[in-house]
């Protein structure tokens, strides 16, 4: 078990740069808004850590979107999901949907952002601190107005 995790520390010291480019420059995932690494931020104050990855959604009233990776074990995947609506209300119509999926749990709103969580196994002690970020991170000034 030593050598396996050994040989995918090797493997991701030399892949990672060609990886990273591949997705920067490459394929030009979309920028993230610095709202959500301050999201990313307030995980981290909480002790969980994540992996921020852009979705490019073509999805009317939703500017911007992106997952949080909590857990690449393929048998307990933890992903947030993250969106900037283009407005309050628009948020509003796009929550109730979030609250209908049987795959997202937990959805909240702040202003024009949206999170909802989906975890293959329950998790509500992980889920709660996730909340709690999401209620903590510093949204910008006049946002409702973007």
């Known amino acids: 078990m030593k050598y ?8 991701g010291i030399l892949f990672f740069p060609f990886i990273w480019i591949y997705e920067r420059l490459i394929e030009g995932k979309p920028p993230s808004p610095p709202e959500f690494w301050l999201f990313i931020g307030e995980l981290r104050k ?3 850590i994540g992996q921020l990855q852009m979705q490019e959604l073509h999805i009317e009233e939703l500017s911007s979107s992106a997952i ?4 690449l074990n393929p048998s307990k995947s933890e992903v947030v999901s993250l969106f900037k ?3 309050v209300e628009a948020a509003n119509r796009k929550l ?6 049987p795959l997202m749990f937990y959805s909240k709103q702040r202003d024009c952002y ?6 293959l196994e ?3 002690q992980l889920a709660a601190k996730v909340v709690e970020a999401f209620g903590a991170f510093e ?3 006049n946002t409702s107005l973007n």
Do not use: A, K, Q
Request: contains cysteine; glycine residues 2%; proline residues 8%.
């Open 4 to 11: 396996v995790r050994i040989i995918e520390t090797i493997f």
């Open 114 to 119: 949206l999170m909802s969580v989906t975890f």
């Open 85 to 87: 609506c283009d407005s």
């Open 122 to 124: 329950p998790n509500d």
């Open 139 to 141: 949204l910008p000034p």
């Open 46 to 48: 909480r002790g969980v």
């Open 96 to 101: 109730v949907e979030l609250e209908s999926n």
């Open 68 to 71: 949080v990776i909590l857990d």
